[in-house]
């Protein structure tokens, strides 16, 4: 088992940063690939970022590509969505998942094992 706990979220003005946080324990986060998911009211669990177990290789949707950066610590086994230039289309609850390290592009949800309780982001206009 993973459990993962994500943290970091907020309210924040439009063009503003916020970085979140989400925190692994239970297993070897070297063996997981991680991913940041995000549901706005009304509409399907999105995908938003992904990371490879070596921190190396990372896809982001287009939505979010020149604003968002995720990035992982290994010795804190911790996963990071920095977001900036913060849009109102951001506004969601941000979801942190992790799936062991395999070929699959992880940018779909029905790859993940385990998700975290989610952080609510919420960008005023």
């Known amino acids: 088992q993973v459990q993962l706990v994500e943290s970091g979220g907020g309210l924040v003005q439009a063009g503003g940063s916020l970085r979140l946080s989400c925190a692994a324990s239970?297993?070897?986060?070297?063996?997981?690939?991680m991913g940041w998911f995000r549901q706005a009211p009304g509409k399907e669990r999105e995908f938003v970022a992904a990371i490879r177990w070596s921190g190396l290789i990372t896809r982001y949707v287009d939505s979010v590509k020149g604003r968002f950066t995720i990035s992982r610590d290994s010795a804190k086994s911790t996963v990071y969505l920095q977001m900036n230039s913060l849009k109102p289309e951001d506004t969601a609850v941000y979801y942190c998942a992790a799936k062991l390290s395999d070929s699959s592009p992880g940018n779909w949800a029905y790859e993940y094992n385990y998700w975290g309780q989610g952080t609510q982001v919420t960008v005023s206009s």
């Open positions: 239970g297993r070897t986060f070297s063996s997981y690939d």
